[in-house]
Structures are given as C-alpha cells and as structure tokens.
C-alpha cells in the first residue's frame, strides 16, 4: 500500500463550499442514500473503529467530510440523500452542497473516482438513479459498491447483486463491488480501485 494509513485526519467537515481543500491532492467521493452504510465503509478502509461516525439515526449535519490520507489522498464523504422525513430546509442545503461540490468546485478536476453505494438489499432507488446517471452524463469515473451483502442469503445474492449490477444506470460503472463493513468483503478490490483512479499504485 502506498499510503501510510496511520496519518489519517479529518481535515474538514465543510458546510460551505468555500470551506472545500484546495491542497493539489486526488479526490475520491463516496456517495449514497442515508443509512447505507457510507461511515461504516470508511471506516473499514481505514481500519478504523469510528473515524467517520457511524450513525444510529440517519441524517444529523450536512457536511461534506474531507478525510487526509497520509497528505497524499483526500476521501470526500458526501452528505447522504433520500432521507424522505427531512425538512425541506435540510434538502435544499443537501442539493446546494452536493451540486457545489460537482459543479461549483475550483478544484473538480482533483476528483478521480466516485464511489456510488447500492445498498444490496434495497437495490437502486430512484435517488441513486439520479446520482448514477448525473456522473453518467457529467462524464465523472464512477465504481458501485454494494453494502451490508452480509445481511444476504445466497438465494437474495444470486438475485440481488446481479439485480444491481445489470441495472442500465449501473452498467457505465468501471468495476461493480459486493462489500460488507461486518466481514471486509470488498475491502481489498475497492483500495485497488481507489489506488489506481488516484494514480497512486506501484509507489511506496
Ligand atoms: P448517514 O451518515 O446517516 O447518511 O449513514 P451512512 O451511510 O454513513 O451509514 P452508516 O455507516 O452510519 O451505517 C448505517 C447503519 O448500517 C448502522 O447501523 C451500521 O452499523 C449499519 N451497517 C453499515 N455497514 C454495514 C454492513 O456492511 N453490514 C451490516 N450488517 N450493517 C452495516
Ligand atoms: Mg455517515
């Protein structure tokens, strides 16, 4: 690994986008609906128990989160979306935010990959739709990664996840992931598509 995943900080939980880095480092962004388990995934990348906070009620703060990887990486966690009991005030700083940071961003070519989350048992809803099909359109490299697949049987796997993958907003994804935060599946294949994407593979 070509990071030293020890120097990990959160360097900026930003509510504004004039509060995004600007430091010349490749971004990689995760996104996905509330409660899909994006903290949990972070965490798992980082081997970390609770960098990225893990939420029992979904929602809380709107903040994009800029996790410092060993100065060499920035991972962007993304507020969560489809939240259907937010207030519309919460929407719409959601979508100023969200859309700041894909099309009001000085910095959007330091963005190399995202990293769309599919919840494996949920499958695509219409607010990943969107998602998919606006880094579809806007020509952004994305992989999909598919939580929680420890909650699956093998009959709903055989189903689920090739449900997910033939998906036709799924189908212009680089890889497609089946990943769980309970027992790392997916960890090492996910690092490899960050690494790559950040151009980051092959130095140590
Ligand atoms: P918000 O920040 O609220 O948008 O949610 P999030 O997408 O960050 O999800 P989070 O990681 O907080 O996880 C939500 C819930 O799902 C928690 O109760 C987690 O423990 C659970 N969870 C997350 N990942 C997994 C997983 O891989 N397997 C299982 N079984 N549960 C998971
Ligand atoms: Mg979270």
Do not use: C
Not at 34 to 63: D, E, F, M
Request: glycine letters at 6%; charged letters at 25%.
């Amino acid at each position: 690994m070509a990071l030293n995943l020890n120097k990990t900080e959160l360097r900026i939980s930003a509510g504004f986008i004039r509060q995004f880095p600007t430091d010349p480092m490749p971004q990689i962004a995760f996104s996905g609906r509330s409660n899909v388990g994006k903290s949990s995934l972070i965490n798992t990348l980082l081997s970390r128990k609770s960098l990225a906070r893990v939420s029992s009620a979904p929602g809380k703060t709107i903040t994009i989160n800029f996790y410092d990887i060993d100065k060499k990486l920035f991972l962007v966690d993304l507020p969560g979306y489809g939240f259907a009991r937010r207030p519309l005030q919460d929407k719409e700083k959601w979508s100023a935010l969200t859309d700041g940071y894909f099309t009001k961003n000085p910095n959007l070519d330091l963005l190399k990959l995202v990293v769309q989350l599919v919840d494996s048992r949920i499958g695509v809803t219409e607010d990943d739709r969107m998602m998919l099909d606006y880094m579809s359109a806007a020509g952004l490299p994305f992989v999909v990664v598919m939580t929680k697949t420890d909650k699956l049987n093998k009959t709903e796997r055989n189903k689920n996840l090739p449900e997910i993958q033939n998906h036709p907003s799924v189908r212009g994804a680089i890889a497609t992931i089946p990943f769980s935060s309970h027992n790392g599946e997916g960890k090492d294949e996910l690092w490899r598509e960050i690494l790559t994407a950040s151009g980051l593979t092959g130095k140590n």
